[in-house]
């Protein structure tokens, strides 16, 4: 079964960047397609970004200028560099495997058929 694993969150204030990490395990990484989502206590789970090995990328509007996502087929490898961070950017973020753009119940979801999830990194950003 794949596995994804998170890291890199942290604490910053806001303007800060900060630089995510998916690493992907017992999946073929040339057949890639990873979203990075993140919820807030009392929001919805939300789709940040997304990205294919052969087609184009996605991100929020609420992110978009500010986050880039990208793909290190050498180190099976997903990044997400997060810049220009702001307090509402607070909150825990997980990359998941074979989801797409599909609206989910929840971060993770609480069953079966969404793909595979990591345990998420937290993220704060501070004013």
């Known amino acids: 079964q794949a596995e994804v694993v998170e890291s890199g969150g942290g604490s910053v204030q806001a303007g800060g960047s900060l630089r995510l990490s998916c690493k992907v395990s017992?999946?073929?990484?040339?057949?890639?397609?990873m979203s990075w989502f993140r919820q807030a206590p009392g929001n919805e789970c939300e789709l940040v970004s997304h990205i294919k090995t052969d087609g184009p990328t996605y991100y929020g509007v609420s992110v978009k200028g500010r986050f880039t996502v990208s793909q290190d087929h050498a180190k099976n490898t997903v990044y997400l560099q997060m810049n220009s961070l702001k307090p509402e950017d607070t909150g825990r973020y997980f990359c998941?495997?074979?989801?797409?753009?599909?609206?989910?119940?929840?971060?993770?979801?609480?069953?079966?058929?969404?793909?595979?999830w990591g345990q998420g990194t937290q993220v704060t950003v501070s004013s």
């Open positions: 998941a495997l074979d989801v797409g753009r599909t609206r989910v119940p929840g971060c993770p979801p609480p069953g079966p058929g969404y793909g595979y």
């Open positions: 017992r999946f073929p990484f040339d057949d890639l397609d």
